[in-house]
């Protein structure tokens, strides 16, 4: 019993040094695989120092203390770390391990001299804890030259390489100073969480709040703004997308590929130390995407400027601006919305309701806005095909040093556009109590010929006080009335292929008074007469013929105002005054029958039209052979009875 009792000792004191050997040699390589990876980041030209490592071989937690790391050989980026601590860590393969836990402790990120304005950055981060990951053993090769682009790269491809079901942190700080020129400050995140990295790719990621605090260098009165966001929730993302705008072997894929399905983030207070306050319920962006072969983030840094003690000279503008506008060509987002929005200003207080992007077409809905003459507001405003692209090469084509824009240069707006929408406006008229009240106003375009376009259709309905300053109104005070309803609809079109050109047709509408009609009709217009160039276009304009012209003039007021006004000015009775028109319209119709036999016909309805009132009016000319436009307006000019002898006219009148 002795022996065997002494033999159990043995065994237990052989087992126990033999334990402790064996965690001792665990630490001992730990602490050499810590060291060789810290040993190649310094072969690479950085440098990197670390203090204690522990490994405990029970739990196997792995523990390294006093993290110091500048990649590169420039000491552009600065990162300390208190402490990594990792539970479970295991070795995968020979080129990655997992841990069950990472708690990394007192983080800061330093970089310095970002960009051309010499941006310092800094970031720290009091506790990050991991779940669940796996990734490389050793970092990947660290940028020798320590460029801004090549540190981006590097630290998504090292992004792109791990996997973790979530990672959450306290607070974030993110600090910037951009010297004299533009100021400085710091945003503070708190509640951040990303959920299931994994290769590059998000699930979700969220922060409850950020606090904003920023200095701002202004001429004159330097400002201080403070806000604050809540609920920043990003869904969805892939760092991949980003890494394809480094990578040089897509410098030809014209594919979109997607960044984010969704981001969001709201409500967001802002204020200045001025007085001014904006307030915003949220803010919606989804389906955002860039082209690899256009959105390339090298070229958009390597395009600005490197000096910014003096300001681009216009044609460095101009260059900037057409090399912007290519990059974000390479960008598309699905759909943008900034929810309710209210701006607080000594002078009162403005509302937004939505300001949305989607399919090309930018709108600000809800407007109401104090005013000098009162509160201004407004429903509806829209931009059409809206192109932020070709905005800024419109905007780079009119930066000529010495000279103004050319017309065609100012023609190229329709490019941008194509077309603008204003509904449910109601605004001060004047310094008067009256109001502006605008249903609608519209106006579309397209068919471009070079920068002008060769279709187009205006739509206008709106309520407006007459204005006593006018004189051409004061017949319609004298009469009692008080506003004009005016409901404009106008279309004109070029057809290429025949080459003509209709207005079809052009409405007014002046509520209480007339509702007039046009339509026109012109041939043999050539494509070369939509042309910014005067010469170019009066020469064209030769060979233009004149077609049918069809006119109607519907009678709800008109005439009876007409008679009024007359009856004042001759100081007698309306119904002397009306019969003193028919008289002197009667008294022309030999002098104009004498040119155009059609034309007493015509005087005749007219005739009818004033000696009835509430008729409709209709005339159409129709041109007796081709008759040159040009030609006819210089007849029309020198003698009229001459140019209505070149058509045949047909005149009615009807309840």
Do not use: C
């Amino acid at each position: 019993m002795k022996r065997i009792l002494i033999g159990l000792i043995v065994a237990a004191v052989l087992a126990a040094g033999g334990w402790f050997g064996f965690n001792l040699y665990v630490q001992h390589r730990a602490t050499a695989e810590v060291e060789a990876a810290f040993e190649q980041m310094r072969k690479q030209g950085g440098k990197a120092s670390h203090g204690k490592v522990a490994f405990d071989l029970p739990t196997r937690t792995l523990t390294i203390e006093d993290i110091a790391v500048e990649p590169g050989k420039e000491t552009q980026a600065q990162i300390r770390i208190a402490a990594i601590k990792g539970t479970g860590v295991r070795q995968i393969d020979e080129t990655r391990f997992s841990a069950d836990d990472i708690d990394i402790t007192g983080v800061e990120v330093m970089l310095d001299q970002i960009g051309a304005a010499k941006l310092k950055l800094a970031y720290k981060i009091p506790q990050l804890v991991v779940r669940d990951y796996a990734g490389p053993i050793h970092a990947g090769q660290v940028p020798a030259d320590g460029s801004l682009v090549d540190m981006y790269r590097y630290v998504l491809g090292q992004y792109a390489s791990v996997v973790a079901s979530s990672l959450t942190a306290p607070t974030l700080t993110m600090s910037f100073d951009s010297g004299a020129a533009a100021g400085s400050g710091e945003v503070r995140y708190s509640g951040l969480a990303i959920q299931n990295l994994k290769h590059g790719k998000v699930d979700a990621m969220k922060a409850d709040r950020a606090a904003i605090s920023v200095d701002v260098k202004q001429p004159g009165k330097p400002d201080k703004l403070t806000g604050e966001m809540s609920n920043i929730i990003v869904n969805d993302f892939d760092a991949t997308a980003i890494l394809a705008m480094f990578d040089p072997q897509t410098a030809s894929d014209d594919s979109y590929r997607r960044i984010y399905r969704q981001v969001s983030a709201g409500p967001y207070a802002l204020k200045s130390a001025q007085g001014m306050r904006v307030d915003i319920d949220g803010v919606v962006m989804e389906d955002i995407a860039v082209q690899p072969s256009k959105f390339r983030l090298a070229d958009m840094f390597a395009a600005l400027p490197q000096d910014q003690s003096a300001p681009p000279t216009p044609a460095q503008a101009r260059e900037l601006l057409e090399k912007l506008a290519g990059f974000y060509e390479g960008l598309r987002i699905g759909k943008a919305e900034i929810g309710k929005m209210s701006v607080g200003t000594p002078q009162g207080t403005a509302t937004v309701n939505a300001i949305r992007y989607r399919d090309g077409e930018l709108a600000v809905e809800g407007v109401d806005t104090p005013s000098p003459q009162g509160q201004f507001k407004m429903e509806r405003f829209a931009l059409k095909s809206f192109s932020l692209p070709n905005l800024m090469r419109w905007a780079a084509g009119l930066t000529t040093p010495g000279r103004a824009p050319s017309p065609d240069q100012m023609l190229g707006l329709f490019g941008v556009l194509a077309g603008a929408e204003i509904k449910g406006v109601t605004a001060p008229f004047k310094s008067t109590r009256k109001l502006v009240t605008i249903d609608t106003l519209s106006l579309d375009w397209g068919q471009l010929v070079g920068s002008i376009p060769s279709k187009a259709h205006a739509v206008a309905k709106f309520v407006t006080p007459t204005d006593p300053s006018d004189p051409k109104q004061i017949p319609l005070i004298a009469s009692g009335i008080d506003k004009l309803a005016i409901d404009l609809d106008l279309g004109a079109a070029w057809t290429e292929s025949s080459n003509s050109f209709a207005l079809t047709p052009a409405t007014l509408d002046i509520g209480g008074i007339a509702r007039a009609q046009l339509r026109i009709a012109l041939g043999n217009v050539p494509r070369e007469v939509f042309s910014a160039d005067p010469a170019q276009l009066m020469g064209q304009a030769a060979r233009i013929e004149a077609g049918t012209l069809e006119f109607s003039l519907r009678d709800s007021g008109l005439i009876d105002l007409v008679v009024a006004q007359f009856s004042r000015m001759q100081n007698v009775s309306r119904e002397v005054a009306r019969q003193a028109l028919v008289e002197s319209i009667r008294a022309k119709r030999e002098q104009i029958a004498s040119a155009n036999p059609d034309a007493q016909t015509a005087v005749d309805a007219v005739v009818r039209f004033v000696e009835t009132p509430g008729q409709t009016l209709s005339i159409k000319l129709s041109p007796r052979a081709k008759a040159p436009l040009m030609q006819l307006m210089q007849l029309l000019q020198a003698d009229p009875q001459s140019a209505l002898a070149q058509f045949r006219i047909e005149t009615s009148t009807g309840l």
